[in-house]
């Protein structure tokens, strides 16, 4: 039996390279899975020949692939096809959009990224208002946030959602959320795959090469996980980017955090993500150490309480399992460093550090929270994103906490103080967008929080494998590195940093640090190719064939 052909080494030239092998590149050879050398367009021209495939970039741009932090893919796959509302800008358009929905024969109606923070009546729909705009449709609306929903009366009334914890006319958030999303995610394994092919194919357009996915019983069964695991990677029937995947259940022994880690192929990266100790700031469900600014009569909800969190976290640090939460608030944040101490006094901190435990969001921590972070060795998932749709002077966060929105989103301070922070979008929360990540840490709302697009990128990139426990030669193009990256059309690079921040590094390209595309131009960079370990899972009509 023969064995299938070797490819031809690919050699990309006339472009540029971020590689901090040479700040200076313009070309890279690939061979197999490896990226064999970078340097050079003179140096190039000695490497062509009849044994190599070679591809003018023609000025594009090649970079590490991107590594979101924090995704739901089945859930991504749900929205693109479901109705986009993050474009409604009031109460009628939302209503607009479900009538619409409802004309094209529609008995269910789904849509995803309504806000109703920057609408002029300021309020969310009734169920009364779906059950007329949807002509009589089971209609189930989620929040930017994923934290909540809008639901008809329809819908309401066959799950019996009234008097449930969480129920307002319409609007749900905890119990009576759960009941409405589990309703409207019955799926069949066919389905859930036909969704999450859908996300990984449009994350792959996006220049990912991996998610992290933050799996949790709560909010899909351990199928949805395992059928996701089955499909992923760019070996399969179709090469899709890769899953680094978390299971967030709750866990209080050992026992149960060992057969948990054997589970799911033994694929696991810990037992963290989407553990929710607090809920979110646009539903009013962060955990809070003071009252909300536009509801003085409530401080958000826990989740999970002190004994909760650091039976966790013992579990998991005594078998050397990476644990955390999800955690929004400052009181909720407060809960797990509570956890964190506990655990640090039975075990040692030093035990607690080795885990490397995560957490997500951290959206509102102080200087000592964020000392304290250093202390037990916790890295953070963060969403620029979400500072760029709520950070504004009269945006969502300035509404719900007031002043105290200053202190939100502090990227350059957990990264100046030593924090491990890898960027993410948490998908569809806000979309799969890398560049516009990046950018938005360049334009934070509070200018002493914004950070180089240097240090986004890498956040971006190299951090999100560093976060999971990869190795340290993922996320970065150099010879022996592994070939995952994307290929950018671009206006124009440079090297762009906030002004006057010490983790600026140098605005001069003569220092040698690597360009990236500049993001203030007419047109946001393109992905033309994504590659993962030397398989291609996605090239734009034209470009090298692809």
Same mark, same amino acid.
């Given at each position: 039996?023969?064995?299938?052909?070797?490819p031809?080494?690919?050699l990309?030239r006339?472009?540029?390279?971020y590689?901090?092998?040479?700040?200076?590149?313009?070309?890279?050879?690939?061979?197999?899975?490896?990226?064999?050398?970078?340097?050079?367009?003179h140096?190039a021209?000695?490497?062509?020949?009849p044994?190599?495939?070679?591809?003018?970039?023609?000025?594009?741009?090649?970079a590490p692939?991107?590594?979101?932090?924090?995704?739901?893919?089945t859930?991504?796959?749900?929205a693109?096809?479901?109705?986009?509302?993050?474009?409604?800008?009031?109460?009628?358009?939302?209503?607009? %959009? $479900? =009538?619409? !929905?409802a *004309?094209?024969g529609?008995?269910?109606?789904?849509?995803?990224g +309504? @806000?109703?923070s920057?609408?002029p009546?300021k309020r969310?729909?009734?169920?009364?208002?779906?059950d007329?705009?949807g002509?009589g449709?089971?209609?189930?609306?989620?929040?930017?946030d994923?934290h909540s929903? %809008? $639901? =008809?009366? !329809?819908? *309401?009334?066959?799950l019996g959602l009234?008097?449930?914890?969480? +129920? @307002?006319?319409?609007?749900?958030?905890?119990?009576?959320?759960?009941?409405?999303?589990?309703?409207?995610?019955?799926?069949?394994?066919?389905q859930?795959r036909?969704?999450?092919?859908?996300?990984?194919?449009?994350a792959?357009s996006?220049?990912?090469?991996?998610?992290?996915?933050m799996a949790?019983?709560?909010?899909?069964?351990?199928?949805?996980?395992?059928?996701?695991?089955?499909?992923?990677?760019?070996?399969?029937?179709?090469p899709?980017?890769?899953?680094?995947?978390?299971?967030?259940?709750?866990?209080?022994?050992?026992?149960e955090?060992r057969?948990?880690?054997?589970?799911?192929g033994?694929?696991?990266?810990?037992?963290?993500g989407?553990?929710?100790?607090?809920?979110?700031?646009?539903?009013?469900?962060?955990?809070l150490?003071?009252?909300?600014?536009?509801?003085?009569?409530?401080?958000?909800?826990?989740?999970?309480?002190?004994?909760a969190?650091?039976?966790?976290?013992?579990?998991?640090?005594?078998?050397?399992v990476?644990?955390?939460?999800?955690v929004?608030?400052?009181a909720?944040?407060?809960?797990v460093?509570?956890?964190?101490?506990?655990?640090?006094?039975?075990?040692?901190?030093e035990?607690?550090?080795?885990?490397?435990?995560r957490?997500?969001?951290?959206?509102?921590?102080?200087?000592?929270?964020i000392?304290?972070?250093?202390?037990?060795?916790?890295?953070v998932?963060g969403?620029?994103?979400?500072?760029?749709?709520w950070?504004?002077?009269?945006?969502?966060?300035a509404?719900?906490?007031?002043?105290?929105r200053?202190?939100?989103?502090?990227?350059?301070?957990?990264?100046?103080?030593?924090?491990?922070?890898?960027?993410?979008?948490?998908s569809?929360v806000?979309a799969?967008d890398?560049?516009?990540?990046?950018?938005?840490?360049?334009?934070?709302s509070?200018a002493?929080?914004?950070?180089?697009?240097?240090a986004?990128?890498?956040?971006h990139?190299?951090a999100?494998?560093?976060?999971?426990g990869?190795?340290?030669?993922m996320?970065?193009?150099?010879?022996?590195?592994?070939?995952s990256?994307?290929?950018w059309?671009?206006?124009?690079l440079?090297?762009?940093?906030?002004?006057?921040r010490v983790q600026?590094?140098?605005?001069?390209?003569?220092?040698?640090?690597?360009?990236?595309?500049?993001?203030d131009?007419e047109?946001?960079p393109?992905c033309?190719?994504?590659?993962?370990?030397?398989h291609?899972?996605?090239?734009?009509?034209?470009?090298?064939?692809?």
């Amino acid at each position: 039996m023969s064995l299938p052909e070797r490819p031809l080494p690919v050699l990309y030239r006339n472009g540029s390279v971020y590689s901090p092998a040479d700040p200076f590149a313009t070309a890279m050879l690939v061979d197999g899975g490896t990226v064999a050398w970078v340097g050079t367009e003179h140096a190039a021209a000695n490497l062509t020949g009849p044994g190599v495939r070679t591809v003018d970039l023609d000025g594009a741009l090649i970079a590490p692939g991107f590594v979101d932090a924090h995704t739901h893919t089945t859930e991504t796959g749900i929205a693109l096809g479901s109705i986009d509302l993050t474009g409604c800008r009031s109460l009628r358009d939302l209503l607009d %959009a $479900v =009538s619409a !929905a409802a *004309a094209s024969g529609a008995s269910t109606i789904l849509g995803f990224g +309504w @806000d109703e923070s920057g609408w002029p009546e300021k309020r969310v729909p009734t169920a009364g208002e779906l059950d007329r705009a949807g002509n009589g449709a089971l209609v189930y609306l989620v929040r930017a946030d994923i934290h909540s929903a %809008a $639901v =008809s009366g !329809a819908l *309401a009334a066959g799950l019996g959602l009234a008097g449930t914890d969480g +129920w @307002d006319d319409g609007f749900v958030v905890r119990d009576a959320h759960e009941a409405a999303r589990r309703a409207t995610r019955s799926l069949s394994p066919d389905q859930r795959r036909t969704y999450q092919q859908a996300a990984l194919l449009h994350a792959a357009s996006r220049g990912y090469v991996a998610l992290t996915e933050m799996a949790a019983p709560h909010i899909a069964p351990r199928e949805d996980l395992e059928i996701l695991l089955s499909i992923d990677g760019p070996t399969g029937g179709v090469p899709l980017p890769e899953i680094i995947p978390y299971w967030a259940q709750r866990t209080s022994s050992r026992d149960e955090v060992r057969e948990l880690m054997l589970g799911f192929g033994g694929r696991l990266a810990g037992l963290a993500g989407d553990l929710n100790v607090d809920g979110s700031i646009g539903s009013r469900t962060a955990a809070l150490r003071e009252p909300y600014s536009d509801a003085p009569g409530s401080r958000g909800s826990l989740y999970l309480d002190v004994d909760a969190v650091a039976a966790h976290l013992l579990a998991a640090t005594a078998e050397t399992v990476q644990a955390g939460f999800h955690v929004i608030g400052d009181a909720g944040l407060d809960v797990v460093l509570q956890g964190l101490e506990r655990t640090a006094r039975e075990l040692g901190v030093e035990e607690v550090r080795r885990a490397r435990h995560r957490l997500e969001h951290v959206e509102l921590a102080d200087d000592d929270a964020i000392a304290a972070l250093v202390h037990y060795g916790v890295a953070v998932s963060g969403q620029p994103a979400f500072d760029a749709l709520w950070g504004a002077e009269d945006g969502l966060y300035a509404q719900r906490l007031g002043e105290r929105r200053a202190g939100m989103n502090r990227f350059a301070s957990l990264l100046s103080a030593g924090v491990l922070v890898a960027l993410g979008s948490d998908s569809p929360v806000t979309a799969l967008d890398p560049w516009a990540s990046v950018g938005a840490c360049l334009r934070h709302s509070n200018a002493s929080e914004t950070v180089s697009a240097r240090a986004a990128f890498i956040a971006h990139t190299r951090a999100g494998w560093r976060l999971a426990g990869r190795s340290p030669m993922m996320g970065q193009l150099a010879p022996g590195t592994p070939a995952s990256f994307a290929v950018w059309k671009v206006d124009e690079l440079m090297v762009q940093t906030p002004d006057n921040r010490v983790q600026s590094w140098s605005t001069d390209p003569r220092a040698g640090t690597p360009l990236l595309p500049a993001l203030d131009t007419e047109n946001a960079p393109e992905c033309l190719e994504t590659v993962h370990d030397g398989h291609r899972l996605f090239a734009a009509e034209g470009f090298a064939g692809g």
